[in-house]
Nanobody, 120 residues
Framework: QVQLVESGGGLVQTGGYLRLSCAAS????????MGWYRQAPGKQRELVAV??????MYGDSVKGRFTIARDNGRNTVYLHMNSLKPEDTAVYYC???????????????WGQGTLVTVSS
């Protein structure tokens, strides 16, 4: 079974920086896509950033401020969030796609979410 452990959320002031981490575990052979989505209160879940064999993609609202990075050896994905704004406040979810393990392939796995709050 693939598990995702997220860390790094918290409270930060406008203009501040946070780094989120997500480590995948579970006899993993390969992961195609690793990324982050977020969901603010009353809004739909939206893409923040994703890295896959197809390339890197960012949501329009975070381009130029957020950077996604990936350590394939550790099956870990990071999200560096700079110049944070109150509208970035949301629960951030780690997402991995097309995961191959010793016994089974998963189309996708979601993390439990970590709260990021940006104060004005």
């Amino acid at each position: 079974q693939v598990q995702l452990v997220e860390s790094g959320g918290g409270l930060v002031q406008t203009g501040g920086y946070l780094r989120l981490s997500c480590a995948a575990s579970g006899s993993i052979f390969s992961i195609n896509a690793m990324g982050w989505y977020r969901q603010a209160p009353g809004k739909q879940r939206e893409l923040v950033a994703v890295m896959s064999t197809a390339g890197t993609m960012y949501g329009d609202s975070v381009k130029g401020r957020f950077t996604i990075a990936r350590d394939n050896g550790r099956n870990t994905v990071y999200l560096h969030m700079n110049s944070l704004k109150p509208e970035d406040t949301a629960v951030y979810y780690c997402h991995v796609g097309e995961v191959t393990t010793a016994t089974v392939k998963y189309s996708e796995v979601w993390g439990q979410g970590t709260l990021v709050t940006v104060s004005s």
